[in-house]
């Protein structure tokens, strides 16, 4: 099965983004006229999930897809292919958007999953990737550059509560495999992180042995944490906190790294939830995210590609 992936910064809130490409009908207005005109089948209106937009494109080809999945919480829809614009069977794709809380942008990817004939191993993979994916987010870019649309009046980052506690993202001027080879090392956040000292794996155990415990200190605290999950195709891992100073309970946290194809960097996201007072949270939420999470994104660029990109 082949994978076509695109991703890219978009110099707009989550909430402007959105109200973009949620129109399942909309595509003539941001794809730079690769599609020149559609509608949507049987009156339906764009958001009726199972609806059917029938569409040409420039070079008169006709495009049926059906939408089989629309989120307004998560900021993403699926769709597959109902009459396709390529030879390919099993098509799935999915454009998912998420908030940039460092810079208030958005991070946007693009992906499908589908079968190619004999002989067209890796063809329509690169087509889908490049010409479709990146060049429909490249006119996106070029339109909200140009326009500068204004977030929808009464928009709301989060439908009801926010995922987590902390949910904190930002981008890191480095290729997501480098940056995650530095991150996945457990006991490694000691070498670029400020505030941290002393941190090794208790029992001589891997950094990359789920259940370990690394030992540090971080200020004038001590700190034990286990790790719960690593994982080296969503580049992303988890932790908990088994001994601690601080007046929270029931601690888990992680990151989780995406590739932000169109300019070969790193989007980051790194979440925290945990049990405490209101009194507490007041102080711990913003402490959390800055100087634990946001802090830790910005050092891990600076301390190992800082210079990389001075040249």
Known sequence: MARAYASIILKAPVETVWSIVRDFNGLPTWTGGG???SKIENGLDPDVVGCVRSFHLANGAHVRERLLMLDDAKRCFTYNFETPAFPVKNYLATLRLYPITHT???????EATFDEAPGDEGKYQKIVSNDVFAGNFKSLSSLIAKTKPAKPAGA??????????????????????????????????????????RMKMLKRHRSDKVSGIRDFH?????LNE?????????????YRITKCEIPWMNYVSGPRLWPVTA??????????????????????IPRTEQNVYQRGFAELERNYFGKKRKK
């Open 35 to 37: 599609v020149v005109k």
């Open 104 to 110: 208030d942008q958005t991070f946007a990817e693009w």
């Open 156 to 197: 709301e980052r989060w439908k009801g509560f926010q995922p987590n506690k902390v949910w904190t993202s930002r981008v890191i001027k480095a290729p997501v495999d480098d940056a995650w080879k530095i991150m996945r090392d457990f006991a490694g956040m000691g070498g670029w992180h400020g505030e941290i000292t």
């Open 218 to 222: 971080f200020g004038d605290g001590h």
């Open 226 to 238: 286990e790790l719960l999950h690593l994982d080296d195709m969503t580049r992303s891992f988890s």
């Open 263 to 284: 300019d070969n960097t790193t989007f980051g996201v790194w979440t925290g939830d945990w049990v405490a007072s209101p009194q507490d949270d007041v102080v711990l």
